[in-house]
């Protein structure tokens, strides 16, 4: 069969216009671009500020300080729109009044999701979300607006989850039975090995 | 070189075929030529720790099947998503299981690939003529890691979404490399909504497409001989359907054990997801560099997972010892060793720590 030795003028040229191209596209996609807006600093917006808060007692339920600060935040920051200011003021309020003994974690977040027009929370079955975000939602907006309770991955069993149980020994045991069944001899392989 | 040959059929046109079901089968192998997988295979493959990667492919079978009925009822629309994973639990027939065999069935399938990767390592599995198949699972591997990710994200509740802030941010880290974690590549569109097509299309079409070539390579270079005997002298062959005969036993085993754990342990769905915090864990199998990332910052996730896969990629071309018994190699055992302990050290640190915040005040 004939090899050939070396590429002929053709072959080069094409070689040396895919190096460049290719150079050229990882200079294209290595060169430094402008970053997008994604979380550079604390927000300033009150409404980004409630929803943080809420998702605070939402997710770290015994640890007040992250909703504690957002709320103190939120009632300070610059931007106010879409939210009504005086709930979010008796958030704080009965936050630092429950400083002295136990925070009312359930009053402190339905001030708060009253505060931006969410629904108050009901549950970790809660059927849908409890507020409206305006549409569009592109990028990577998240599209909550009150974060909703947690959801375990289940209580008891149930009847069908015992009949699931009892289903998924048996394809175990039967593949397991099998597995043995037809297992192959392997003695020759080890007295192959030990030679 | 001596083989017993008595277990392997032969040739398309010797066998007395009796009854329909031979008879259909005749003429389906007569035009389709199914017949070529039964090419021998020696028998230590059947062995469960050469079983390891037919199990893998057993585990990605049972993702799609629930991937697919999953797929009808979830909602990639970022105000649905959370809503409609949840939906498919309390709502959707069976869908709690369902969901929780896939969910387990990712797990294993990590598992599964990372102690195929490993026995492939330490029996040498990756040396001279096998090194492109070497390369082929390393990007199957990180396939399975990009779909564990996407995965992650798409039940959109809190812990998903920091782990997608984590991958914006490396995208920025990445420069132009990291275009397409840019929310403005495709500003009209949802991220959600790419990181869905990618985790139902993109990468199983790559994992798969890859899958096959790693198969025919297989059969190529034959699945490389017992490291103590590379001559493979005096053992027995089988046709490579026994094979498939053997992980499919055990990939029913399998599929027991994880409807099992579907069912005692279904996973739950976190709350609806609030940018600008950073309260919970990652999953367990990128604890090992979220410890880079707690003591160096964000660029840890980027020159751990770097660094990582250039030694994978690196490690047939490094490695030119010819011997394959491990007590032969004790170099490449002593890096492995390490390499292996640092993962498994850093996974422990992170999973013994409180989440740190490393994506700034959002």
Redesign the interface.
């Given at each position: 069969m004939h090899v050939p030795r070396s590429l002929g003028p053709i072959g080069r040229t094409s070689g040396r216009s895919l190096t460049v191209a290719l150079l050229l596209i990882i200079a294209t996609a290595v060169a430094p671009r402008p970053a997008w807006a994604h979380g550079e600093g604390d927000s300033d917006k009150a409404l980004v500020l409630v929803r943080q808060a809420i998702a605070y007692l939402v997710n770290t339920p015994p640890n007040m300080d992250g909703a504690t600060d957002k709320i103190g935040d939120a009632a300070e920051a610059e931007d106010k729109a879409g939210v009504q200011l005086p709930l979010v003021e008796q958030a704080k309020d009965a936050m630092e009044a429950g400083e002295m003994g136990s925070v009312d974690v359930h009053k402190v977040r339905a001030l708060l999701e009253q505060s931006i027009g969410a629904h108050v929370h009901t549950g970790p079955t809660d059927p849908v979300a409890i507020g409206q975000v305006p549409p569009p939602v592109t990028g990577a907006e998240t599209g909550t607006l009150a974060a909703i309770d947690p959801m375990p991955g289940r209580g008891g069993l149930t009847g069908g989850d015992w009949a699931l149980l009892v289903i998924s020994m048996l394809v175990g045991l039967g593949g397991l039975a099998l597995s043995i069944l037809l297992r192959p001899h392997l003695p020759s392989v080890r007295r192959g090995e030990t030679r | 070189m001596s083989r017993?040959t008595t277990d392997v059929p032969p040739g398309p046109a010797a066998p007395q075929r009796r009854g329909w079901p031979q008879r259909a089968l005749h003429a389906i192998d007569e035009r389709l030529g199914i017949d070529a997988i039964r090419y021998p295979v020696?028998?230590?493959a059947?062995?469960v720790a050469y079983s390891l990667g037919g199990l893998t492919a057993f585990a990605l079978g049972i993702l799609i099947v629930t991937g697919v009925i999953l797929a009808q009822f979830y909602n990639p629309?970022?105000?649905?998503?959370?809503?409609s994973v949840?939906h498919i639990?309390?709502a959707v027939w069976?869908g709690?299981?369902i969901r929780?065999v896939h969910f387990w069935a990712a797990e294993a399938m990590y598992v599964l690939a990372i102690l195929h990767l490993l026995r492939i390592y330490f029996t040498g599995a990756y040396k001279r003529p096998r090194e492109a198949n070497w390369l082929i699972g390393v990007g199957m591997l990180a396939l399975t890691i990009g779909a564990m990710f996407t995965g992650t994200v798409l039940k959109?509740?809190?812990e998903g979404?920091e782990a997608?802030?984590h991958n914006?941010?490396i995208g920025?880290l990445l420069?132009?490399?990291g275009?397409w974690f840019?929310?403005?590549f495709s500003?009209?569109?949802?991220?959600l909504i790419r990181l869905y097509i990618a985790h139902v299309s993109i990468i199983p079409m790559l994992i798969l497409g890859l899958l096959v070539v790693h198969a025919l390579l297989v059969k190529r270079h034959k699945i490389s001989p017992?490291p103590?005997?590379p001559d493979?002298?005096?053992?027995?062959v089988?046709p490579f359907t026994?094979h498939l005969?053997?992980i499919a036993?055990?990939?029913?085993?399998?599929?027991?054990?994880l409807?099992?754990i579907?069912?005692?342990?279904?996973?739950?769905?976190?709350?609806?997801?609030?940018?600008?915090?950073e309260?919970?864990k990652p999953p367990w199998m990128y604890w090992w560099m979220f410890t880079l990332e707690n003591w160096i910052g964000l660029s840890g996730i980027v020159w751990g997972a770097g660094v990582l896969f250039a030694l994978l990629v690196a490690v047939p071309f490094i490695d030119r010892n010819p011997r394959r018994y491990w007590r032969q190699r004790p170099v490449a055992m002593v890096l492995g060793v390490l390499v292996l302990a640092a993962l498994i050290v850093f996974s422990i640190l992170e999973g013994i720590t409180t989440p740190v915040e490393h994506?700034?005040?959002?």
């Open positions: - | 017993t020696p028998a230590h059947n062995r629309d970022p105000t649905a998503a959370n809503e949840r639990v309390q069976a709690r299981f929780g959109w509740d809190q979404f997608l802030s914006l941010e920025k420069g132009g490399l275009f840019n929310p403005d500003s009209g569109v949802p991220i017992a103590r005997n493979a002298a005096g053992e027995p089988g026994h005969r053997r036993t055990l990939g029913l085993l399998l599929l027991g054990a409807s099992l579907a069912v005692l342990f279904p996973p739950g769905i976190g709350p609806t997801p609030v940018e600008g915090i309260v919970t994506l700034g005040g959002m």
